[in-house]
Nanobody, 124 residues
Framework: QVQLVESGGGVVQTGDSLRLSCAASHKSFSRFIMGWFRQAPGKEREFVAGINRDGTNTYYAAFVNGRFTISRDNALNTLYLQMNNLEPEDTAVYYC?????????????????WGQGAQVTVSS
């Protein structure tokens, strides 16, 4: 069982930055593919970014458009999402998730463990 706890959400203005963190309880954190998803009110949960086990490969949804950076520190069992130039359309609950997959994946059903979510609100 892997417990994931997000932090770092908040209310910001258009153009501001935020860094989300996701602390994992499992000592084998480095064995999991990690991802960030988000869910806006009334919308489906969608993939934002993914990172491979050693942090050398990343993949982003098209809407990220170079604004976000996913990273991980396996020594600290922590996943990060640096979000720059935030827009009102980025307002959502952001979730971190872990998958036993061997490669970065974008589908929700392939992620086994989920955090409780962190609210990000971007005002115009």
């Amino acid at each position: 069982q892997v417990q994931l706890v997000e932090s770092g959400g908040g209310v910001v203005q258009t153009g501001d930055s935020l860094r989300l963190s996701c602390a994992a309880s499992h000592k084998s954190f480095s064995r999991f593919i990690m991802g960030w998803f988000r869910q806006a009110p009334g919308k489906e949960r969608e993939f934002v970014a993914g990172i491979n086990r050693d942090g050398t490969n990343t993949y982003y949804a098209a809407f990220v458009n170079g604004r976000f950076t996913i990273s991980r520190d396996n020594a600290l069992n922590t996943l990060y999402l640096q979000m720059n130039n935030l827009e009102p359309e980025d307002t959502a609950v952001y979730y971190c998730a872990a998958s036993p997959s061997l490669v970065i994946i974008t589908t929700r059903r392939d992620y086994v463990y989920w955090g409780q979510g962190a609210q990000v609100t971007v005002s115009s």
